[in-house]
């Protein structure tokens, strides 16, 4: 498990860390996937190595996350992917950790200097925010919420192939909450607008850290009360009823939405 304290000494060479060419994470080739590298081996190999960022401790020692250029990357020795490509391949607790480096290391670099007065900001509270000294501004990692929803009507289950996703799969309906809203309220009006039915009998599920970049994904369930699916063009390609037996490809067991599903499908065994 991570202690998510963040470090305040500097990483030293033999310090690990997650190294990121934008939102590609960098693992050895010959190694574990999404495993750390030591910060020495990586100063050695790569012509640059920037932004390193606290992350925490893992199994009590500090953890880093990096920016590295990967334009004369050893093939032989790295290789590099979308955290995408990592889910199902890694236990869901390392997905989380490696997703934690990746926003504290985008939260670091965006924020470098002040919204309000443009100043530069430095760590504060323990490298849990960003402050800004001449005008007192704090920010702390940028976390948005979105509510992800299984609707079902009896034994079917309403799932979406979002637009331009080139349909690998078919999910739960989701979307942000908007300021000043609940995450019912949410989940109405992201199945009103996504595919034009009304819901009620709305429950909470769980939650999931979602790095894609900043999200806290909210699950829910919810039945069906009413409407002929009408979907949103611009959100959604198709969305139909299915039931257990005629499922189309759906999204991995340790995704909130894939939790979602098997919940539901066990809920009729």
């Given at each position: 498990?991570?202690?998510?304290?963040?470090?305040?000494?500097?990483?030293?060479?033999?310090?690990?860390?997650?190294?990121f060419?934008?939102?590609?994470?960098?693992?050895?080739?010959?190694?574990?996937?999404?495993?750390?590298?030591?910060?020495?081996?990586?100063?050695?190999?790569?012509?640059?190595?920037?932004?390193?960022?606290?992350?925490?401790?893992?199994?009590?020692?500090?953890?880093?996350?990096?920016?590295?250029?990967?334009?004369?990357?050893?093939?032989?020795k790295?290789?590099s992917?979308?955290?995408?490509?990592?889910i199902?391949?890694?236990?869901?607790?390392?997905?989380?950790?490696?997703?934690?480096?990746?926003?504290?290391?985008?939260?670091?670099?965006?924020?470098?200097?002040?919204?309000?007065?443009?100043?530069?900001?430095?760590?504060?509270?323990?490298?849990?925010?960003?402050?800004?000294?001449?005008?007192?501004?704090?920010?702390?990692?940028?976390?948005?919420?979105?509510?992800?929803?299984?609707?079902?009507?009896?034994?079917?289950?309403?799932?979406?192939?979002?637009?331009?996703a080139?349909?690998?799969?078919?999910?739960?309906?989701?979307?942000?909450?908007?300021?000043?809203?609940?995450?019912?309220?949410?989940?109405?009006?992201?199945?009103?607008?996504?595919?034009?039915?009304?819901?009620?009998?709305?429950?909470?599920?769980?939650?999931?850290?979602?790095?894609?970049?900043?999200?806290?994904?909210l699950?829910?369930?919810?039945?069906?009360?009413?409407?002929?699916?009408?979907?949103?063009?611009?959100?959604?390609?198709?969305?139909?009823?299915?039931?257990?037996?005629?499922?189309?490809?759906?999204?991995?067991?340790?995704?909130?939405?894939?939790?979602?599903?098997?919940?539901f499908?066990?809920?009729?065994?």
């Open positions: 498990m991570l202690n998510f304290t963040r470090p305040t000494s500097t990483a030293s060479a033999t310090d690990l860390v997650w190294p060419q934008g939102r590609h994470l960098v693992s050895e080739l010959m190694g574990s996937p999404g495993a750390p590298i030591a910060l020495g081996q990586l100063m050695n190999d790569f012509p640059t190595v920037t932004d390193i960022t606290p992350v925490g401790f893992l199994n009590d020692k500090p953890v880093f996350a990096c920016s590295v250029e990967t334009a004369n990357m050893d093939v032989m790295y290789t992917g979308n955290l995408f490509a990592l199902g391949r890694i236990a869901g607790e390392q997905f989380d950790v490696i997703g934690r480096a990746y926003q504290l290391l985008c939260w670091e670099r965006d924020h470098r200097h002040c919204g309000r007065c443009g100043k530069e900001t430095s760590l504060a509270d323990k490298g849990q925010s960003r402050a800004c000294e001449p005008c007192g501004l704090s920010v702390y990692p940028r976390l948005s919420p979105c509510v992800i929803v299984l609707v079902t009507r009896d034994e079917e289950l309403l799932l979406a192939a979002g637009a331009g080139n349909r690998r799969f078919y999910s739960c309906l989701a979307g942000f909450v908007e300021p000043g809203e609940t995450c019912e309220q949410a989940v109405q009006r992201e199945v009103m607008e996504e595919v034009g039915v009304e819901v009620d009998d709305i429950q909470y599920h769980g939650s999931q850290p979602w790095p894609f970049p900043g999200q806290l994904m699950g829910f369930t919810a039945k069906w009360r009413s409407g002929d699916i009408n979907i949103d063009p611009e959100e959604i390609d198709e969305a139909i009823w299915c039931t257990a037996d005629n499922l189309p490809p759906v999204p991995p067991p340790f995704s909130i939405a894939g939790q979602l599903i098997n919940g499908l066990k809920s009729l065994s």
